[in-house]
């Protein structure tokens, strides 16, 4: 079944600087890529996402760039900020009538100002 | 984006009760929900896909008889915990997808569940 890695587990930067967090799946046939962002007590919150017949989107501050040949995809925050701190999680959607995602591991975010 | 609201947003309860948590969208349709449980520092892990009007499909390892789903209409689906125990304690995320519109998955702000 479908396998999704993500790394590094821990990112700390400082504020202004970029981060990038990189997954990698294992299964061909996905076709759809998101990103999340969970807080403390939260439910995860979708910040950007991409499909198979995309290589790269960008919303401001964030891109997300998807290689299909090399099975990984990447999350980009530039400019980044103490608010940006959390735990990001990517996950890879495994085509079919439900859609079930598959989560990465998480990487916990910290922006120091 | 959909809003998914999940209530409660915490439940303390004794070992041996039950527990129901409520999944809603508000603001669309969903078919489909998905059920997941979060450890401490860890991902999320998929327990079951909650179909409306038919039987939840339940991932290798997770108790149907224990992990009760009943998704009863397009815009709600509850989990129950059944004769919780100290180690059912953890946190419970739903999650609706647009269906058809597409598979953006919006997620619930979660159920901390502690059973003492």
């Known amino acids: 079944g479908e396998n999704v890695e993500q790394h590094p587990s821990t990112l700390s930067v400082q504020e202004g600087d970029s981060a990038v967090i990189k997954c990698t799946y294992s299964?061909?046939?996905?076709?759809?890529f998101p990103w999340y962002k969970q807080e403390l007590g939260k439910g995860p919150q979708l910040i950007i996402d991409i499909r198979s017949n995309v290589g790269e989107k960008k919303d401001q501050r964030i891109a997300v760039t998807l290689n299909k040949t090399a099975k990984h995809f990447s999350l980009h925050i530039t400019e980044t900020q103490p608010e940006d701190s959390a735990v990001y999680f990517c996950a890879a959607s495994i085509p079919s009538n439900t859609d079930k995602l598959i989560f990465g591991t998480g990487t916990r975010l910290q922006v120091f100002p | 984006g959909a809003v998914v609201s999940q209530h409660p947003s915490w439940v303390i309860c004794k070992s041996g009760t039950s527990v129901k948590i409520e999944c809603r969208s508000l603001d669309f349709q969903a078919t489909t929900m998905f059920w997941y449980r979060q450890f401490p520092k860890q991902s999320l892990m998929l327990m079951a896909t909650?179909?409306?009007?038919?039987?939840?499909?339940?991932e290798q390892g997770v108790e149907k008889d224990k992990f009760l789903i009943n998704h009863a209409s397009l815009t709600l689906s509850t989990l129950t915990v059944t004769s919780a125990h100290p180690e059912d304690s953890s946190f419970y995320i739903c999650?609706?997808?647009?269906?058809?519109?597409?598979?953006?998955?919006?997620f619930g702000q979660g159920t901390r569940l502690t059973v003492v």
């Open positions: 999650s609706a997808t647009l269906g058809d519109r597409g598979p953006e998955a919006f």
């Open positions: 909650s179909n409306e009007g038919s039987k939840a499909t339940y």
């Open positions: 299964d061909s046939a996905s076709n759809y």
